[in-house]
């Protein structure tokens, strides 16, 4: 049994294979085409041969019985003879006989069996086709009785041997074309089966080498710019996705156990000096110890809040909102901070930005700039919050005049918990930029960074976020702002 069993299997997984399906489908589709074409042959050429001897027999026996009515018997005759006289072909069958059966005209001598007896009513019945004797040669005639008025009995017919001939060549030709047809469809489709293993082949091997550990993969490309290559970028981009996810989980591993590692330790250190002190000094190391363990969750829930916002979760949730309002509500909360910190804030709004998308996520967003944009600016300097918008997307802008970013930092700004050299010593954990990216993307954009004045110094932090105002994206759960 499972000797029988592995025999089968190669078997079973040719038929399964979606290679064979198609090639299966391709033989078929070749070979209908085929048997519509030999239909339409068979139509046009040896069943229009019967139809125009049928069409001309009928004209004829017409022609003759519009003759007896002119000219009674003998006009028949006389017509019968001058077609005989002038049939070359010798092709033509007539047999003109009176009620009792005996022959007046005509080169037919003997009458087939199924034509004798009482005139037929029904149009099948009166055709025949018949054997015939011709000279020594058997062949086969295709005959119409017609009664004429007077008794008599008219046959008209014609020797359909020829035509008999030509449709054996002409089915012999059809099954020769049949039989190549069903060659060359079972040759097309093991060349199809081979073709479609062999561009599938590549992705299976990228995917198991991926499935084996090696992320580096990708699938080759073959610059056909057919759905092969299109699969294959899509699965490229998926790839490279995967990778970036990857490093990030990596790169926020580390980051999270080495922003908590201070915490977790200074939170320790103070519980300890609590044990040897007063209750005056437990009380303020319960109290610093609770202020980390803040901290620590604060982390957590913004790692939280960015990961539900970058898996699209809620997209249903979003409505339509006008952008305006948001922006004017971060900015009136933050003009009070900025004057506190000497610093002027500026918003330059329109009357009206309508979109699709969270009201709450958006606002978080624009905070988070707006709160970077505070920290960074010194005392005096001038922040400013401006909008743009297209029929295809809108930008909402906050400039700075801060130390602003270089281009290396520029790249890692959404990395989360990623921190420049400038900002270390601000409070923070990194993550501000990280759920602004994230906002922009579930939003159907993006967020940039440049100077906000090239060729200042300082040359300042333009930040930028781009919307698409019809896309859809899920609400984030309310937070607070994060540097």
Not at 124 to 150: I, Q, V
Not at 207 to 223: F, K, M
Not at 269 to 279: C, K, M, P, S
Request: net charge negative; proline share 5%.
């Amino acid at each position: 049994m499972v000797a029988e069993e592995v025999r089968r299997a190669p078997v079973t997984r040719l038929v399964d294979s979606a290679g064979f399906r198609f090639a299966v489908f391709f033989a078929g589709m070749f070979l209908l085409g085929g048997v519509a074409f030999a239909g339409i042959v068979w139509w046009n050429t040896a069943g229009g041969l019967d139809r125009q001897t049928d069409s001309a027999i009928r004209s004829d026996v017409f022609a003759l019985t519009e003759r007896f009515n002119e000219a009674g018997r003998a006009g028949v005759v006389e017509a019968i003879e001058f077609r005989l006289a002038r049939d070359g072909d010798d092709q033509d069958l007539y047999r003109l006989t009176d009620p009792a059966g005996r022959l007046l005209a005509g080169n037919l001598d003997d009458t087939p069996d199924e034509l004798d007896g009482p005139a037929p009513e029904a149009e099948p019945l009166r055709w025949l086709r018949a054997p015939l004797l011709r000279e020594g040669l058997l062949t086969e005639a295709r005959l119409y009785r017609a009664d004429l008025p007077n008794g008599d009995r008219l046959l008209v017919g014609r020797d359909v041997e020829e035509r008999l001939r030509l449709r054996q060549l002409l089915a012999r030709g059809l099954g020769w074309a049949t039989s190549a047809s069903c060659l060359i469809a079972l040759i097309g489709a093991l060349l199809i089966r081979r073709a479609l293993q062999a561009r599938l082949r590549p992705a299976a091997e990228t995917v198991t080498a991926i499935a084996q550990g090696d992320l580096s993969q990708r699938v080759p490309l073959s610059d056909r710019e057919d759905e092969f290559d299109r699969l294959g970028r899509t699965l490229n981009a998926m790839l490279d996705r995967i990778g970036t996810l990857m490093a990030g989980i990596r790169g926020v591993s580390d980051a999270i156990a080495h922003d908590l590692r201070t915490p977790v330790a200074r939170a320790r250190g103070r519980l300890e000096e609590a044990l040897e002190g007063d209750a005056e000094a437990m009380r303020r190391a319960i109290e610093q110890g609770i202020a980390d363990l803040d901290g620590m969750i604060r982390i957590f829930h913004a790692v939280l809040r960015i990961t539900e916002a970058e898996a699209g979760a809620r997209r249903a949730a979003f409505t339509r909102l006008d952008l305006v309002p948001v922006l004017a509500d971060a900015a009136e909360l933050y003009e009070a901070i900025a004057e506190a910190h000497d610093v002027t804030l500026e918003a330059t709004l329109p009357e009206s930005l309508p979109m699709t998308g969270d009201r709450d996520l958006l606002l978080q967003a624009v905070a988070n700039l707006l709160d970077n944009a505070v920290k960074f600016s010194p005392p005096g300097g001038r922040i400013r919050l401006s909008t743009e918008a297209s029929e295809t997307a809108l930008r909402i802008t906050v400039a700075d005049e801060g130390p602003g970013l270089p281009d290396v930092d520029r790249a890692r700004a959404g990395e989360r918990f990623f921190r420049a050299d400038n900002a270390r010593t601000t409070p923070g954990y990194g993550l501000g930029l990280s759920l602004v990216r994230a906002v922009a993307g579930l939003h159907g954009g993006e967020l940039a960074l440049a100077d906000a004045h090239p060729g200042r110094e300082p040359p300042g932090l333009a930040a930028t976020i781009t919307l698409d105002p019809e896309l859809a994206a899920p609400p984030a759960s309310e937070a607070g702002t994060l540097g």
